[in-house]
């Protein structure tokens, strides 16, 4: 069974600072997603990385896909209370598509 | 701007009667897939459908059916509501542009409660 574990589950942290989430697999994969999922809505697509060793920015966001293509992290500068959410990471091997089961992450004000 | 509009975003039903959850995008997307969320398990696909009339099992798909009679619509249809059937259901669609899954929109899901 390929699998996609997220780490941390949770994280609560203050306005203003750094935090890195991971998401790990040993499979490899043809390209990985994250999205972006607040209370009561649908996911939204962040960013997609297909390269390995990719690194993809989106304002104080930083993205990178594993060399091996098997892993991913999301890094985020200075944290702000609009970044709170369900951060998930979905992999794309054989035609098909695997989820992690996510990182809540909670920034306080 | 981007669109994917799911018929209800509540719905509450009874164990047994059959419940259609319906989706329409206006991206003019030829793949559209149906998901469910669950806490503990994350998403999981149920069906997706790469052209109109054409459906594809995912990953759960026992107790559920589809229809794509349409290009912009796709439909999920639960033919006897079971309570282990109430969850969060997400529609999404993509654009094959390089695989089928490549970057998926998604509404804004329907809960919906079996009692």
């Known amino acids: 069974t390929q699998l996609l574990e997220q780490s941390p589950q949770f994280l609560s942290i203050q306005e203003g600072e750094n935090l890195t989430v991971y998401c790990n697999s040993s499979?490899?994969?043809?390209?990985l997603q994250w999205y972006r999922q607040e209370p009561g809505e649908g996911p939204v697509l962040l960013v997609t990385?297909?390269?390995?060793?990719e690194v993809k920015k989106l304002k104080r966001l930083t993205f990178q896909f594993g060399d091996a293509r098997k892993d991913s992290s999301l890094h985020i500068t200075a944290a702000q209370p609009g970044d709170t959410g369900l951060y998930l990471c979905a992999g794309e091997r054989d035609d098909k598509i695997i989820f992690g089961k996510g990182t809540r992450l909670h920034i306080l004000p | 701007d981007v669109k994917v509009t799911q018929s209800s975003r509540y719905l509450v039903k009874r164990t047994g009667e059959k419940v259609f959850l319906e989706c329409v995008q206006d991206?003019?997307?030829?793949?559209m897939f149906w998901y469910r969320q669950d806490p503990g398990l994350g998403l999981r696909l149920i069906y997706f459908?790469?052209?109109?009339?054409?459906?594809e099992k995912g990953d759960i798909p026992e107790g559920y059916s589809v229809s794509r009679e349409k290009k912009e619509r796709f439909s999920l249809i639960l033919e006897s509501a079971s309570t282990n059937q109430t969850s969060m259901y997400l529609c999404?669609?993509?654009?094959?542009?390089?695989?089928?899954?490549?970057?998926?929109?998604f509404g804004p899901g329907t809960r919906l409660t079996v009692t």
């Open positions: 990385v297909v390269t390995g060793g």
């Open positions: 499979s490899v994969f043809s390209s």
């Open positions: 459908s790469y052209d109109v009339k054409m459906k």
């Open positions: 999404a669609s993509s654009f094959p542009v390089v695989t089928p899954f490549y970057e998926q929109y």
């Open positions: 991206m003019d997307h030829e793949n």
